[in-house]
């Protein structure tokens, strides 16, 4: 980690703008929210975590390629049958960017598969041309939020 | 209890890899009398990947499970899942809080013909669900193989306790401690009941995410804890699958099983193991089944304080 989230918020306020876009700090963000609950200020310290990673992608800034790759294939799934994925996750994720990681992870997948813990088929939900165009519309208004 | 029949939404990791916690939520349901019914064509809640790329569709995405189920009449919804529990209830809360999000988010989903008018259905998590409209009272009653002998550790995770707390506290929750107490289980003291498994960082740096893996099993083995108990699928599978791979990266051999809430009131039901889905987890807990003793466990007197102690310090007059 590039630097401590009190240091991250300390560049933010002084206006380092490239300096906390390229931070890697906000890709080992886990989302758990401790911060958020225990800021004397009422800082909601994730969801600027969030924020900041949402403005390094769109920026191309970011530090920490894989994280984003893994949201961003994380959510390709999703675009495209409404569910989540894992076994076409993990096996699109690591073989586009972590090649040298298929072995060992084929030998936890096989330990899932027998544990019927992975099934090979994914499954979609009926009307998914609805959520597309639900999607669809929530990302132009979110490019029109840039602009502005 | 309040109803009988309620709105659920599974959440994907409960048709994946989390095919236990599914089960045995069914199985109780079965047993302690109440249906699930599940939203029709719920899609993904996005889980933490889609707020951290692309905030109003990940709102949208969450959006249109709470419009279905506001459609097929449902005024609150239970969910299994931390994840998305807590990415459902956010949303309901935030577009209701920030009304210019709202309107936008109505906007998207109007693309799909769909409208949610935020407020309208109460999100709630299966455990609080359980606790609130069950209750420990009826859960004891209902118990016929109390868990007398079994040390628990009870594993709460971030995503139900924060940041909205539906249990009594942020910090130290104690209401699954009192559930598995009832069910006649000895919880152990943990003190890392909420502190984070990792969630998507075993695929980001690894080192980082078995770190925080080998913290709470260590605790947990350290507190004298059997197993551990959880309520979110994520947190099951990271101690549970990776926490071999922790032991190899930190020469430790630890074999904590890891159990979902939902099996253990199976158990104390009366249920068979398979109904509940025990044999799918990593570390056998089926070795948990045979510590269980018929009668509870004599009480451990508190140690005396040594005639040689040194005097307690007092208050001067």
Same mark, same amino acid.
């Given at each position: 980690? %590039? !630097?401590?989230?009190? =240091?991250? $918020?300390?560049?933010?306020?002084? /206006?380092?703008?490239?300096?906390?876009?390229? #931070?890697?700090?906000?890709?080992?963000?886990?989302?758990?929210?401790?911060?958020?609950?225990?800021?004397?200020?009422?800082?909601?310290?994730?969801?600027?975590?969030?924020?900041?990673?949402?403005?390094?992608?769109?920026?191309?800034?970011? %530090? !920490?390629?894989?994280? =984003?790759? $893994?949201?961003?294939?994380?959510? /390709?799934?999703?675009?495209?049958?409404?569910? #989540?994925?894992?076994?076409?996750?993990?096996?699109?994720?690591?073989?586009?960017?972590?090649?040298?990681?298929?072995?060992?992870?084929?030998?936890?997948?096989?330990?899932?598969?027998?544990?019927?813990?992975?099934?090979?088929?994914?499954?979609?939900?009926?009307?998914?041309?609805?959520?597309?165009?639900?999607?669809?519309?929530?990302?132009?208004?979110?490019?029109?939020?840039?602009?502005? | 209890?309040?109803?009988?029949?309620?709105?659920?939404?599974?959440?994907?990791?409960?048709?994946?890899?989390?095919?236990?916690?599914?089960?045995?939520?069914?199985?109780?349901?079965?047993?302690?009398?109440?249906?699930?019914?599940?939203?029709?064509?719920?899609?993904?809640?996005?889980?933490?990947?889609?707020?951290?790329?692309?905030?109003?569709?990940?709102?949208?995405?969450?959006?249109?499970?709470?419009?279905?189920?506001?459609?097929?009449?449902?005024?609150?919804?239970?969910?299994?899942?931390?994840?998305?529990?807590?990415?459902?209830?956010?949303?309901?809360?935030?577009?209701?809080?920030?009304?210019?999000?709202?309107?936008?988010?109505?906007?998207?989903?109007?693309?799909?013909?769909?409208?949610?008018?935020?407020?309208?259905?109460?999100?709630?998590?299966?455990?609080?669900?359980?606790?609130?409209?069950?209750?420990?009272?009826?859960?004891?009653?209902?118990?016929?193989?109390?868990?007398?002998?079994?040390?628990?550790?009870?594993?709460?995770?971030?995503?139900?306790?924060?940041?909205?707390?539906?249990?009594?506290?942020?910090?130290?929750?104690?209401?699954?401690?009192?559930?598995?107490?009832?069910?006649?289980?000895?919880?152990?003291?943990?003190?890392?009941?909420?502190?984070?498994?990792?969630?998507?960082?075993?695929?980001?740096?690894?080192?980082?995410?078995?770190?925080?893996?080998?913290?709470?099993?260590?605790?947990?083995?350290?507190?004298?804890?059997?197993?551990?108990?959880?309520?979110?699928?994520?947190?099951?599978?990271?101690?549970?699958?990776?926490?071999?791979?922790?032991?190899?990266?930190?020469?430790?051999?630890?074999?904590?099983?890891?159990?979902?809430?939902?099996?253990?009131?199976?158990?104390?039901?009366?249920?068979?193991?398979?109904?509940?889905?025990?044999?799918?987890?990593?570390?056998?807990?089926?070795?948990?089944?045979?510590?269980?003793?018929?009668?509870?466990?004599?009480?451990?007197?508190?140690?005396?304080?040594?005639?040689?102690?040194?005097?307690?310090?007092?208050?001067?007059?």
């Amino acid at each position: 980690m %590039d !630097h401590t989230p009190r =240091a991250l $918020f300390a560049m933010i306020s002084a /206006g380092l703008e490239d300096e906390v876009l390229s #931070s890697n700090t906000p890709w080992y963000c886990v989302s758990c929210y401790a911060c958020t609950t225990r800021c004397p200020q009422n800082i909601p310290i994730t969801d600027i975590m969030y924020t900041l990673k949402e403005m390094a992608i769109r920026a191309g800034r970011y %530090d !920490h390629p894989h994280a =984003a790759k $893994f949201s961003e294939t994380f959510i /390709g799934f999703v675009e495209q049958r409404g569910r #989540s994925f894992e076994a076409g996750l993990a096996t699109r994720y690591h073989l586009f960017h972590h090649p040298q990681q298929v072995i060992k992870l084929g030998i936890m997948g096989m330990g899932m598969l027998r544990r019927n813990r992975l099934p090979l088929r994914p499954k979609s939900i009926r009307q998914i041309d609805q959520l597309q165009a639900i999607l669809a519309e929530a990302k132009a208004l979110a490019a029109k939020e840039v602009e502005a | 209890m309040t109803a009988s029949r309620y709105p659920y939404y599974p959440g994907c990791s409960l048709q994946h890899r989390s095919h236990a916690y599914q089960q045995s939520t069914e199985a109780i349901a079965r047993s302690l009398g109440f249906e699930l019914a599940e939203i029709d064509d719920w899609n993904c809640c996005g889980a933490t990947e889609y707020f951290s790329v692309n905030r109003l569709p990940a709102y949208a995405l969450v959006a249109r499970n709470l419009a279905l189920a506001a459609d097929q009449g449902a005024e609150e919804i239970v969910v299994p899942c931390s994840a998305c529990f807590l990415n459902l209830h956010k949303t309901d809360k935030n577009m209701k809080l920030y009304p210019e999000l709202g309107s936008k988010v109505n906007k998207a989903l109007a693309a799909g013909n769909l409208h949610y008018e935020p407020g309208t259905v109460k999100v709630r998590h299966l455990l609080e669900m359980i606790l609130t409209d069950i209750g420990v009272d009826r859960l004891k009653d209902r118990t016929r193989r109390p868990l007398y002998g079994l040390k628990l550790a009870p594993y709460y995770g971030c995503l139900v306790a924060r940041p909205d707390s539906v249990f009594d506290s942020t910090e130290q929750p104690t209401a699954m401690d009192k559930m598995l107490e009832a069910l006649g289980a000895q919880v152990v003291p943990f003190s890392l009941k909420t502190f984070c498994c990792g969630g998507h960082m075993t695929q980001i740096s690894e080192e980082t995410a078995l770190d925080m893996i080998h913290r709470i099993v260590k605790c947990a083995a350290d507190s004298g804890a059997d197993a551990l108990v959880t309520l979110c699928p994520m947190c099951q599978l990271n101690l549970d699958v990776y926490q071999e791979a922790a032991n190899r990266y930190f020469e430790t051999s630890y074999q904590v099983p890891v159990l979902f809430f939902t099996q253990v009131i199976g158990v104390a039901l009366g249920l068979s193991p398979k109904e509940l889905g025990f044999g799918q987890e990593f570390v056998d807990a089926r070795v948990l089944l045979d510590k269980i003793q018929d009668v509870p466990p004599p009480r451990a007197t508190p140690a005396r304080r040594s005639k040689q102690a040194l005097p307690m310090p007092a208050m001067p007059e």
